[in-house]
């Protein structure tokens, strides 16, 4: 005789899991939720549709990660106030890091709409520009035409001239700051992407490291891009006379600023003060990627 629970009931179990596996793996809810075994999104989609806040806390009034302190700061994205940039047309832009906050360098966001175009920085001003979102062109002071898409950049020199267009919605990450000029050094306009940029070594550590300007004395900042995998960690507590401005790109993870801990996800955004002791360790089941600035080549005095 078949037992009155074998089958169905086992079906049932069955037909249940699949259901509980298949919505675990396609939510994008909450600060720690799955991600997606099939996940299709574009690159560093995270960062510009991100979770605004913990599930259990979105409907909480007044509810923001964001902490601003003397030596560092965390802007998370429901913190983000746009307007309209300055000098550029048909673009929203949201500064996050600024030297009100004790920086010697800008960072924030450029929301470029349709038919937008960019304005220059002020005199003596280089500029880094990242892709995060969409397809925008650089015209440069030579009259050549360069395609920047996601995960490109673009290095322009203080005093070049150059625009960037777009003619559909696009998100920038940029970073500004007043060149320290050196007698006989003079930097170039770069065009790169992050794919095309060498692994360096990384002595005593385990993550993966790309720089995407040159090392050499001319430039007076870099920008690093850094992979951990999940469950790696900083090996150096890092003190140091650098600034740092980072944007987690992908994963999730706790960062670690003087004697506080915090969680952090892709769209979150660190400014690091000098000296302030700092550490990184991902979590969660995809990798994390941030990109970072660094002040370099340069005597403290």
């Given at each position: 005789?078949?037992?009155f629970?074998s089958f169905?009931?086992q079906?049932?179990f069955?037909?249940?899991?699949t259901l509980?596996?298949?919505?675990?793996?396609f939510?994008?809810?909450?600060?720690c939720?799955?991600?997606?075994?099939?996940?299709?999104?574009?690159?560093?989609?995270?960062?510009t549709?991100?979770?605004?806040?913990p599930?259990?806390l979105q409907d909480?009034?007044?509810f923001?990660?964001?902490?601003?302190?003397?030596d560092?700061?965390?802007?998370?994205p429901?913190?983000h106030v746009?307007?309209?940039?300055p000098?550029?047309?048909?673009?929203?832009?949201a500064y996050?890091?600024?030297p009100?906050?004790?920086?010697?360098?800008?960072?924030y966001?450029?929301?470029m709409?349709?038919?937008?175009?960019?304005?220059?920085?002020?005199?003596?001003?280089?500029?880094l520009?990242f892709?995060?979102h969409?397809?925008?062109?650089l015209?440069?002071a030579?009259?050549?035409?360069?395609k920047l898409?996601v995960?490109s950049?673009?290095?322009?020199p203080?005093?070049?001239?150059h625009?960037?267009?777009?003619?559909?919605?696009?998100?920038?990450?940029i970073?500004?700051?007043?060149?320290?000029?050196?007698e006989?050094?003079?930097?170039e306009?770069i065009?790169?992407?992050?794919?095309?940029?060498?692994?360096?070594?990384t002595?005593?550590?385990?993550?993966?490291?790309?720089?995407?300007l040159?090392?050499?004395?001319?430039?007076?900042?870099?920008?690093?891009i850094?992979d951990?995998?999940?469950?790696e960690?900083l090996?150096v507590k890092?003190?140091?006379?650098?600034q740092?401005g980072l944007?987690?790109l992908?994963?999730?993870g706790?960062?670690?600023?003087?004697?506080?801990?915090?969680?952090?996800?892709a769209?979150d955004?660190?400014?690091?003060a000098?000296f302030v002791?700092?550490?990184?360790a991902?979590?969660?089941?995809?990798k994390?990627r941030?990109?970072?600035y660094k002040?370099?080549?340069?005597?403290p005095?």
């Open positions: 005789m078949q037992s629970c169905p009931v079906s049932l069955f037909q249940l899991f509980c596996f298949l919505k675990l793996g939510s994008q809810e909450g600060f939720s799955a991600p997606s075994i099939l996940n299709t999104q574009p690159l560093y989609w995270k960062v549709n991100p979770t605004l806040s599930s259990h909480l009034p007044g923001t990660r964001s902490v601003y302190k003397r560092h700061a965390l802007i998370t429901e913190s746009f307007s309209p940039l000098d550029w047309i048909n673009t929203l832009g996050l890091i600024s009100s906050m004790g920086s010697h360098f800008v960072m966001l450029a929301k709409q349709e038919n937008s175009k960019s304005g220059l920085p002020p005199s003596d001003v280089e500029r520009v892709v995060l969409g397809v925008v062109t015209d440069d030579s009259s050549i035409t360069h898409e995960d950049y673009a290095y322009l203080p005093n070049s001239k625009s960037f267009k777009s003619d559909a919605p696009a998100t920038l990450v970073f500004e700051r007043r060149y320290a000029y050196l006989n050094c003079t930097t306009q065009i790169g992407s992050t794919d095309k940029q060498p692994l360096l070594e002595p005593g550590e385990v993550f993966e490291l790309r720089k995407l040159p090392t050499s004395l001319p430039y007076d900042f870099n920008i690093h850094m951990f995998q999940p469950g960690f090996n890092e003190v140091h006379y650098n740092h944007l987690l992908e994963g999730q706790i960062y670690r600023l003087g004697d506080n801990w915090y969680p952090v996800q769209g955004t660190i400014w690091m000098p002791p700092q550490w990184y991902a979590l969660g089941k995809t994390s941030y990109l970072l002040d370099v080549n340069r005597n005095l």
